[in-house]
């Protein structure tokens, strides 16, 4: 135990200057080997703008609004995966510092722009009958109302995370592409899952209450947050067996604290953002019920609060 | 944050004690924010994490500042919404700041300083007149939310907390 700490900063030195020639060899060709790498990039950013902006033109074709806000942030959330698959980035997160950046943007604030966007929405409004009863199906499953609620997709997504960070996993994403994959793809798909049950403005027949949703957000980031600590505190053995010197897993692991700080902290905005909307809306309701006159349905129909 | 919760007796509406537990929520997110910026980030003189900090001190630390960032955010939208509804009583909400920021403060210098000792204000130095300076600050501010709380109340206010008043500095 005593001497585990000592031996490994020898080992991870004694590697990290392999790595370095390497890098330097390789660099001469960077520019030209990088250009598939960027070509990737900007097609999968396109590849994930270009079905949305149609959905929002067709939705504007049958007549109704679509917020360029919700665009904005659909196009925001396609750039940051972008930029978390670009050569430079890429080629860092074969290091703690370079994986814990790509980790924050493919896991919590890529997802969340995306999940601010409404996608679920904008199925709905642009697809055919067919397409939305599909989609309503999937929405009641038995599936998507366990894996909604909150507490149930903090634990995939921190709990995936601390199952990536305190077990050999991490080193093995290291060594083979497929595991890294997957890693990604698991990032992604919890991140996205995680923000949806928190903070989603799309539809969902089980969302529970605001403060429910705050309690789980705010035990998440606790999660999140100690963990970073925890990283920090071991940097000498954790994460088993992956690469870096002590001093790069220490900065990582700073990086992995604030940066989950900002993305609590824009989750905690969206959610109460939502909460302020519908208290907006759920007044104009009420002083339309208590209003004499006409029938409360005029108003009820009113565009929600900008 | 537990003096506002019985406070607005006088007052006597929903309105006073929530604009005091919303500014109250605010204040401690401020304050917390307040400490992160100029002692960890500007000063240096707090740590990351110091290797001194117990199990038990790292999850508590943690849990808190979680629990700050999400009390800021939603204490700025809750007061976005009280503004919203003209149902914000200036006074009680002046008070219930300066409770909140000397509340945490306190907390922070007895609590997680010296009880939980997560970290200390200062390395390498005598630490009494640090810990005197941070814990006494944060009573200063205490007092000083309650001397409001007693003053709104005094004023009192027709329902909805309108005619409580302005800041207390009149703005």
């Known amino acids: 135990m005593v001497a585990a700490p000592a031996a ?3 080992v991870a030195e ?3 200057p392999a790595g370095a020639v390497a890098a330097h060899a390789g660099h001469g060709a960077a520019t030209a080997a990088s250009a598939p790498g960027w070509a990737l990039a900007v097609l999968l950013v396109v590849a994930v703008v270009v079905p949305y902006l149609a959905g929002a033109a067709r939705v504007r074709a049958r007549g109704r609004r679509w917020s360029r806000w919700r665009t904005a942030s659909w196009t925001t959330g396609a750039l940051l995966l ?3 698959a670009s050569p430079p980035v890429a080629a860092a997160s074969a290091g703690p510092l370079g994986h814990t950046a790509q980790h924050l943007l493919l896991g919590m604030h890529a997802p969340l722009a995306l999940v601010l966007a409404s996608p679920v929405r904008l199925l709905l409004g642009a697809g055919s ?3 939305r009863r599909r989609v309503a199906a999937v929405l009641r499953s038995r599936l998507v109302r366990v894996a909604s609620v909150p507490a149930v997709a903090a634990l995939v997504d921190t709990g995936g995370l601390y199952l990536l960070h305190l077990t050999p996993l991490l080193a093995a994403s290291h060594r083979l592409p497929w595991v890294h994959a997957l890693v990604v793809v698991h990032f992604v798909l919890a991140g996205s899952l995680w923000a949806w049950a928190v903070a989603g403005p799309d539809p969902a027949p089980h969302r529970p209450g605001t403060g429910e949703r705050a309690v789980v957000l705010v035990l998440a980031a606790a999660a999140h947050g100690v963990l970073a600590k925890l990283l920090y505190a071991r940097a000498a053995d954790l994460p088993p067996g992956a690469p870096g010197t002590v001093a790069e897993r220490e900065q990582a692991a700073v990086l992995l604290s604030y940066g989950g700080d900002l993305a609590e902290v824009l ?5 109460f953002a939502g909460w302020l909307r519908l208290r907006g809306v759920r007044a104009r309701t009420r002083m339309g019920a ?3 006159g006409p029938s409360p349905t005029p108003l009820r129909s009113s565009p929600p609060a900008p | 944050m537990a003096t506002s919760g019985g406070a607005p007796v006088g007052a006597g509406t929903a309105e006073a004690r929530r604009s005091a537990l919303v500014a109250a929520a605010v204040g401690v997110g401020l304050m917390a924010a307040a400490d992160e910026v100029v002692f960890h ?3 240096g003189w707090h740590h990351f994490y110091d290797r001194s900090t117990p199990a038990v001190g790292l999850v508590s630390d943690g849990l808190l500042h979680a629990v700050e960032l999400v009390l800021l955010v939603a204490g700025g939208f809750a007061f976005a919404d009280l503004r919203r509804r003209g149902a914000l009583a200036p006074r009680w909400a002046w008070s219930g700041l300066l409770l909140g920021l000397g509340g945490f403060q306190v907390f922070d210098g007895v609590v997680d300083h010296k009880v939980l000792r997560v970290h200390q204000v200062r390395y390498g130095v005598d630490l009494l007149p640090y810990d005197l300076a941070w814990i006494l600050g944060g009573v200063l501010l205490v007092v000083a939310g309650a001397l409001l709380a007693l003053r709104a109340r005094r004023a009192g206010g027709p329902p909805g907390g309108r005619g409580a ?3 207390p500095g009149g703005r």
Do not use: E, I, S, T
């Open chain 1, 8 to 10: 490994r900063p020898v």
């Open chain 1, 14 to 16: 004694a590697a990290a």
């Open chain 1, 82 to 84: 972008g930029a978390a």
């Open chain 1, 129 to 131: 009958p067919a397409v």
């Open chain 1, 267 to 271: 989750l905690a905005a969206a959610l």
């Open chain 1, 290 to 292: 208590c209003a004499p």
């Open chain 2, 41 to 43: 980030q500007l000063l």
């Open chain 2, 165 to 167: 008043g302005g800041p």
